[in-house]
């Protein structure tokens, strides 16, 4: 056990002050954080568990990596496993329903592991603190982008993927927005690609052109499923809409190409590193724990399109990864 949980199990926190305990305790051992990745394939999910590393490296934290790879239940018992090796922290990214990860989390709580989530953690109120990924506004400004540019009228189709916290405000908002904002441009089919990628999203897209003649726009949850539904719609001589959500590479390829026409960066790096900041700062006894949840957003959510993807630079530029396994 090392001298962080010897002093939550004494109750020394609760008399000297977690964040003074907190950075007395870092004398005595490094801190070790646990990073709980979803889904370590995906870019920009990549990008922000790099991003946590980066940051905890900065500050002279140590942290293991586990993957979840979209798969809950791996996700729960890796939970346990951190638990078990008495991490300092968790930081997760919660892999699929929320609900199966509460008991672990609240294991971790009772261990005294603080725990710091990449998005939500539904149910579980001890959260210390949350950095939004701004899936909702990624929504919205997607939806009004298809309201433009489609004159506000045709056919759209949806391709989404697995349901988690983080990623259906993508669905949801972009829904909503056009239904509010341009009733006209009809949603006619909602799909899912799991995985999220090109050679997934392909066949689903080339189905969709078939069923809907008069399609006029694709709009999907990341920029791998959008540069499959671009392909499809080359491939068949089709001249639609298609939009990506995360600011991938995927997107930077499928914009220059005519493939994709926009997306919207999540600013995966900068949510990482700062969250990271966040658990240092704590673990270090630079700030107080927080009596209630802090959530913070990126304020930036750039939009690539062919007019501005020349500005945009690679996630591994962004930041120097560490190199997660």
Partial sequence: MSYLKTLMASGALATAGFAASLGSAQADEPFVVGILGANYAIPAARAQYEGVAAGLKERGIEYKFLDAMLDINKQVS????????????????????????????????????????????????????????????????SGDYL?????????????????????????????????????????????????????????????????????????????????????????????????????????????????????????????????SMWVADILQGKVDKPAETVVFTPENVPEWTAETIDQWKPYEERIAFPGLQ
């Fill in 78 to 141: 890796q939970i346990d496993q951190f638990v078990t090796e008495g991490v300092d922290a968790l930081v997760i990214n919660v892999a699929g329903d929320p609900n199966a990860v509460l008991a672990p989390l609240k294991r971790a709580e009772a261990a005294g592991i603080p725990v710091f989530g990449i998005g939500g953690t539904p149910g579980f109120d001890a959260l210390v603190v949350q950095a939004d990924i701004p899936s909702a506004e990624q929504g919205v400004r």
């Fill in 147 to 275: 309201c433009e540019a489609t004159g506000g009228k045709g056919e759209v189709a949806l391709i989404k993927t697995i349901e988690l916290p983080t990623l259906s405000p993508r669905w949801d908002m972009a829904r909503e927005t056009m239904q509010a904002h341009c009733p006209d441009l009809k949603i006619v089919a909602e799909e899912r690609a799991i995985p999220d990628d090109s050679a997934t999203a392909r066949p689903i897209a080339e189905n969709l052109l078939t069923r809907f003649p008069n399609l006029t726009a694709i709009w999907t949850s990341g920029d791998g499923p959008a540069l499959g539904a671009g392909l499809a719609a080359k491939s068949a001589g089709r001249d639609i809409i298609v939009t990506g959500i995360n600011g991938e590479a995927f997107a930077q390829a499928g914009i220059k190409q005519g493939l994709i026409d926009a997306s919207w960066d999540m600013e995966p790096v900068k949510v990482g590193y700062d969250l």
